[in-house]
Structure formats: C-alpha cells, structure tokens
C-alpha cells in the first residue's frame, strides 16, 4: 500500500493487525489482470489458517484465476463511530481447493455464496504480502478547499 505522506492520523498496520481487520468483515473486493486488463470483483471471504478463502463459478473471474493471475484482496471498514477507518490489502497466489476435508471447512467456517447460481469452485489465496493502515476520518472542512473570501458579484451575479 502506497503512502507518501504520512499523516499523523495514519497508522500503518501490523501483520496481526491485518488479519484482525479481515477478520472482522467478510466483503472484499479482488483485483487481478485478465488478458491485459484490469479487473475488480466483490466477494464474500473467510480467512483461514493464513490465507482466504473464497467461491466462484463460471466466468471471467474463473478464467482469470485459472491462467494463474496473482491477485489482490482489498478490504475496508471503520469503526461504529465513523470516526476512524481501516484498509488492508492481501497480495498472493490463488488455487483451486478440490480436497474435500479442505471444502468442508470452508463450509463449517461459514463460506456460501450470496448470490444464486454454481458458485462450486473454491479459492484460496496464499498472501505473499499484506499491508493496511487505520486513519482518523478527516472532516469535510479539512479536504474541501476554502471558499475564495475575495471573490466578488458582478453585476449579472456571477462569481469571480
């Protein structure tokens, strides 16, 4: 995760802090490269023993995923307050889980698509990089840029 400017309101994530964070949600959006383009999907995810899981069917993500993309899993949230947010992205290799004992876990862990339709292919990234931080949400005054206090009506009411 890119960060030039650190804020003193940001925070940058541990390794456990992540994971606690993925924890804590189970909607997440994952990008990958299919072809020569970009491509982001929202899934629904378990972490689990180190890496996430996650289901999908036929289709681009599918194809995508069987070529071998690495990819990217991001995550967002905040706290009850609104007050303070969090980011974390997990960057890692997919493969498809065929063991059964491995599919049943997914299923006790509460894995089940949200959407109808064949959503029988189970996913598991392995990160090879995760990162997130947590930053104090910065009021609209802070990021709006002041009204120009010169500025004057003219005679058609326009603004300079």
Same mark, same amino acid.
């Given at each position: 995760m890119e960060n030039t400017s650190m804020d003193p309101d940001t925070t940058e994530l541990s390794v456990h802090d992540c994971w606690k964070y993925l924890q804590s949600v189970s909607i997440g959006r994952i990008a990958l490269i299919n072809g020569e383009e970009p491509e982001i999907f929202p899934v629904n995810y378990v972490p689990n023993y180190g890496t996430v899981l996650f289901? %999908?069917? =036929?289709? %681009?993500?599918? +194809? &995508?995923?069987? +070529?071998? &993309?690495?990819?990217?899993l991001e995550a967002d949230g905040f706290n009850r307050y609104g007050t303070v947010a969090w980011s974390v992205i997990l960057?890692? !290799?997919?493969?498809?889980? %065929?063991? =059964?004992?491995?599919? @049943?876990? &997914?299923?006790? &862990?509460?894995? !089940? =698509?949200? @959407?109808?339709?064949?959503? +029988?292919?189970?996913?598991?990234? *392995? =990160? *090879?990089e995760i990162t997130g931080r947590r930053f104090v949400i910065a009021p609209p005054t802070k990021w709006w840029p002041p009204l120009d206090p010169t500025a004057t009506d003219d005679h058609d009411g326009d603004t300079h």
């Amino acid at each position: 995760m890119e960060n030039t400017s650190m804020d003193p309101d940001t925070t940058e994530l541990s390794v456990h802090d992540c994971w606690k964070y993925l924890q804590s949600v189970s909607i997440g959006r994952i990008a990958l490269i299919n072809g020569e383009e970009p491509e982001i999907f929202p899934v629904n995810y378990v972490p689990n023993y180190g890496t996430v899981l996650f289901r %999908t069917g =036929p289709g %681009t993500k599918h +194809d &995508a995923l069987r +070529d071998g &993309a690495v990819i990217a899993l991001e995550a967002d949230g905040f706290n009850r307050y609104g007050t303070v947010a969090w980011s974390v992205i997990l960057k890692g !290799s997919p493969e498809f889980v %065929t063991h =059964p004992e491995d599919i @049943q876990e &997914a299923v006790e &862990a509460g894995l !089940s =698509p949200w @959407q109808p339709g064949a959503k +029988d292919v189970l996913v598991r990234v *392995t =990160p *090879t990089e995760i990162t997130g931080r947590r930053f104090v949400i910065a009021p609209p005054t802070k990021w709006w840029p002041p009204l120009d206090p010169t500025a004057t009506d003219d005679h058609d009411g326009d603004t300079h």
